[in-house]
């Protein structure tokens, strides 16, 4: 598996990452954990947020709510809408107390998504083959966008881990009435879909489709 960046079909020589960014994309925002071999005091509980990484560097926070033993780089089912969505440890323990501060992220560890479990064989080659299906999906959904003749471009695709949703992501820099283009993807890939959030620049907006319901359209 290849690294996104390069697309040189061969291992990447400088992350070490094993090829997992063929998935995730390059590590380069990954935060050093200096405390890692750092023994905490007695009595002392650690902080069980933990940080998950997915596509293209995209963080969130978790709860390690069964207390599972974490490691950075350990694959994971997590709570997603509807189901669950895969993703890798990138930052465990106080640090991500920092983190989530930094973030602005209320330190409400019970408001948290949850860790379900460590990923299986079956959950990890269930994601790979709907990531297989996100550079197709990308393509033909552009080519829809641009028969419109929509002033946005669609610049990437994510499925959730266990193939439910897909998230467009696209940019504009005004206001996009995409309702007809919402139809006609509605049409195509013959699933339910829905608007997501909807900002204008360069941050990318987004759309859901959610991929275990029959066809039906909800308006922007």
Known sequence: MSCNSCNSGELPKGCKN??????????????????????PPPMSS????????????????????????????DVVAVEADGGYHIGVVSLTGDLVKVQMNKKGKPLHINSLPTIIRKASSVDIEKWEKVCAKEASTM????????????????????????????IFYYTAESRVDFRDLVRKMAEVFNRFLYSGAKTMGTRPCILHINLDKPKRYAGA
């Open 18 to 39: 094993n090829g997992l960014c063929g998935i995730s994309g390059c590590n380069k925002l990954n935060v050093v954990d200096w405390l890692a071999n750092v023994i």
């Open 46 to 73: 650690t902080f069980s947020g933990v940080e998950i990484r997915f596509k293209n560097g995209r963080k969130d926070f978790y709860q390690n709510e069964k207390q599972l033993s974490m490691y950075i780089g």
């Open 139 to 166: 393509l033909k959904s552009r080519v829809i966008a641009q028969s419109f003749d929509l002033s946005m471009k669609i610049s990437d695709v994510e499925f959730q881990g266990d193939g439910k949703k897909a």
